[in-house]
């Protein structure tokens, strides 16, 4: 068989690239939604992880330890199977709930560091002009905390896209699972997964790029001040 | 009423203690130069000003308004405190411009336009006008210290608060940022100034304190503290700094008795014979050049020189001060021999003249 005849079997014989295309905007789905409510989440998070009251700082500390330390796939069975399995919750709404368990403990954590790492002095510096413990907190530590955040914020996005290809184990057909049934289909592994591990790819650089033209942007803006 | 008022302030760290009991008064515009070994509590002292560390017990009243008070509108009283501190803490995610009129903007109602002259007037008295648009990050740490002297004049304070402006600086920049102080003492504004550059504080305090035993040891005009320190450790502190004066009123004046007082000095604290070579040479140089330039023929002459010498570390600092025509031997398009040879030999120079030009020379 030519390569080709492959290529036509792998996507277009029986509206391959349909299920193909299905199958991508489910994992879309579940990142997006997961990286929504898993970045939310993980801000409330380090917020306790960082009160001073003793009881609520540790249980957030746990909460971060215990999410990061274990395999998201382990989450993922144990809600599926275990705590929901009586809820009638759709597979999706479960791989929902535990992306963005996973994420936020993995933000929290980035978030605590990268507040750590940011000088204190300046905040003080603001306070003492007569700024408010908010808006010192606003105007001056967050801005310097999401810059320091964003190059790691940027990789959990794209470990979180891969992240997701565990759903199938929950039955849910994402793009991973729809790629491995079109190679059994199509009996061309190695044509089909090539084709699924492109798609990944491009999803990843899809990120980077974003998160390149947000930068630009702001370029311009402080190139135009 | 004083503007600030301070009463019984205690603060501990566990079980050490670092301020028992200090009361003090200052009165609007008075400078106030804060002085002592490192560690010994000048810095929770200012900050206690500020409450960036609350007091365990006692009051402060900053223009008859209570800080410490229960309630009290901390943020409100803070905008008529500036603080400058060591390590400067611009915000490094905004450039000058932005530095100067954040708080200004948002806190004093200024619209963005007025802020925005009054930082650049602001700025181009301490000559940084073109360094508006720029990010602290490419700024060097003197340049970098008088932008957080402008940040604080913004909100227009009825006193500045100094914790070692100077310490965290490359010695050839620490002259720029005094001057800029030296500025300040101009203005209308109260000043408390942590520091270990004596001679600055003795120039420019009208009140010296010492501190030592977790509160004020002694405290007093400069000539006194420095000259006459009563209480045993200000006399220990002040004594590891050593001072020699030469007063110079005729174009005829005695070099070998200035030169002879200078050997004498310097053999007597311990200085090495080729310093104290350096140190004469410098000091005749600086002299035959200030009395060729500044003065006409028959003019009279009163220039007074003063060394110190800091047996702790060894700092040994020229100062001179001459009536007579500005004029600033650093600033020539040709140096003359003479000004070549200091400059070489010093660690930093700086000129600065208010009626009467004075020069400092760090050896
Ligand atoms: N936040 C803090 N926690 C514990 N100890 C502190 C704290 N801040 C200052 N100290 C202690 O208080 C003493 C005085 O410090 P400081 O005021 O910084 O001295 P300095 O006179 O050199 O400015 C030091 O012994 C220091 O260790
Ligand atoms: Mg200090």
Request: neutral net charge; aromatic residues 8%.
């Amino acid at each position: 068989m030519s390569f080709q005849e492959q290529l036509y079997k792998v996507l277009i014989e029986g509206d391959s690239y349909r299920t193909i295309l299905s199958g991508l905007l489910v994992t879309l789905q579940i990142t997006a939604v997961s990286l929504l409510f898993g970045t939310l989440l993980g801000a409330g998070v380090c917020f306790l992880c960082t009160r001073k009251n003793k009881a609520v700082s540790v249980i957030a500390g746990v909460y971060i330890a215990v999410l990061r330390g274990t395999p998201v796939l382990m989450l993922l069975l144990l809600l599926y199977y275990g705590v929901f399995a009586r809820a009638g919750f759709a597979p999706v709404v479960v791989a929902i709930m535990t992306f963005s368990l996973n994420l936020s403990a993995h933000v929290a954590e980035l978030l605590r560091a990268s507040a750590q790492a940011i000088d204190t002095g300046q905040v003080e510096a603001a306070r003492t002009l007569g700024l408010g413990r908010r808006d010192a907190f606003r105007l001056v530590a967050l801005p310097q905390i999401l810059r320091i955040a964003k190059p790691v914020y940027q990789s959990l996005i794209v470990n979180l896209i891969q992240w997701t290809s565990v759903v199938g184990y929950i039955s849910i057909t994402d793009l991973t699972r729809v790629i491995n049934n079109t190679a059994a289909r199509t009996m061309q592994p190695f044509l089909t997964i090539t084709v699924g591990m492109l798609l990944y790819l491009g999803l990843s650089y899809l990120v980077y790029g974003i998160f390149a033209l947000i930068d630009r942007r702001k370029g311009v803006r402080h190139a135009a001040d | 009423m004083p503007l600030i008022e301070v009463k019984g302030l205690c603060k501990s760290f566990g079980e050490r203690v670092v301020l028992e009991d200090v009361n003090l008064e200052v009165s609007d515009g008075e400078r106030i130069a804060i002085i002592g070994e490192s560690g010994c509590g000048k810095s929770v002292f200012l900050r206690c000003l500020e409450l960036l560390t609350v007091p365990d017990r006692g009051q402060i009243l900053i223009d008859g308004q209570e800080i410490t008070a229960k309630g009290a509108d901390v943020d409100r009283i803070r905008r008529s405190m500036g603080m400058v501190y060591q390590k400067f803490h611009l915000f490094s995610h905004m450039n000058v411009m932005d530095n100067l009129c954040l708080a200004p903007v948002r806190l004093l109602g200024m619209t963005r336009e007025a802020a925005e002259e009054k930082a650049m007037d602001l700025l181009s008295q301490v000559g940084l006008s073109t360094r508006a648009n720029d990010f602290p990050e490419v700024l060097s740490g003197g340049q970098q210290q008088r932008i957080a002297i402008c940040r604080s004049l913004m909100m227009d304070p009825k006193v500045l608060l100094f914790d070692e402006p100077t310490s965290a600086l490359d010695p050839t920049m620490v002259g720029e940022v005094l001057a800029v102080i030296r500025m300040l003492s101009k203005r209308h504004l109260a000043m408390l100034i942590v520091t270990h550059e004596m001679s600055f504080a003795r120039e420019l305090a009208d009140r010296v304190l010492f501190f030592a035993e977790h509160g004020i040891y002694e405290q007093g005009p400069p000539a006194e503290v420095f000259e006459h320190p009563k209480r045993a450790k200000t006399v220990a502190f002040i004594q590891k700094i050593k001072y020699f004066s030469f007063e110079i009123t005729s174009r005829k004046f005695d070099l070998m008795k200035m030169q002879g007082g200078l050997l004498v000095f310097g053999e007597k604290y311990g200085m090495r014979h080729k310093r104290i070579g350096r140190l004469q040479l410098c000091c005749e140089e600086l002299v035959y050049e200030m009395m060729a330039q500044c003065y006409a023929p028959e003019e009279p002459v009163s220039m007074q020189l003063a060394v110190s010498y800091a047996e702790a570390d060894g700092r040994c600092e020229i100062e001179l001060t001459c009536s007579g025509k500005e004029y600033n031997p650093f600033a020539q398009e040709e140096d003359e021999l003479g000004v070549t040879i200091l400059k070489k030999m010093a660690a930093r120079l700086e000129y600065t003249y208010d009626g009467r030009s004075r020069i400092s020379i760090l050896l």
